[in-house]
């Protein structure tokens, strides 16, 4: 069923999905026991904040806005991203686990905005969640590398190719 959205609504959107990813990320941190994990999540979460720096800005315009406390405000939707986050995290998990439960979470938002972007006629407030989910998108595929990197699995950096004639 196609939905009306304005661009506001939108990017406003985007910034909402970005800040619940980070308290995701910093939850789960601060329950995971491995240390390798806590810094694979503490590390995600900083990217996240980043990104959502660059859409608030974006959003409410440079010297407008006072992103920490922003930041400080409760997390729109962290009931369900925590309860998800609850049912998958094993404390003990290790950084192989951290990066497959971040690339689980990222590709399902990307799902989420691509499936929504579709239903949308605005068609800027449907590019924009497109570009949003292109972007989780990409991280996704960077988190899948630093994955396939660390479990010694055939990386886009290895050169080593044998030609036979």
Request: proline share 3%; glycine share 4%.
């Amino acid at each position: 069923m196609p939905q009306e959205l304005s661009t506001h609504d939108a990017i406003a959107m985007v910034i909402d999905n970005q800040k619940s990813l980070i308290g995701f990320y910093s939850s789960a941190a601060e329950l995971a026991e491995n240390g390798t994990a806590r810094q694979v999540f503490t590390r995600l979460a900083d990217e996240t904040r980043n990104r959502l720096a660059h859409y608030c800005h974006f959003h409410y315009g440079k010297g407008r806005f006072e992103f920490d406390s922003f930041m400080a405000t409760p997390m729109p939707g962290g009931t369900v991203m925590l309860h998800e986050l609850q049912e998958q995290l094993n404390p003990v998990m290790n950084d192989y686990q951290a990066r497959e439960l971040a690339m689980r979470e990222e590709l399902d938002i990307e799902k989420r905005l691509k499936l929504y972007a579709d239903r949308v006629l605005n068609p800027v407030a449907r590019e924009i969640l497109r570009q949003a989910a292109d972007e989780m998108g990409r991280h996704a595929a960077i988190i899948e590398s630093e994955y396939a990197h660390t479990m010694r699995m055939v990386h886009e950096t290895d050169i080593n190719t044998f030609v036979r004639e």
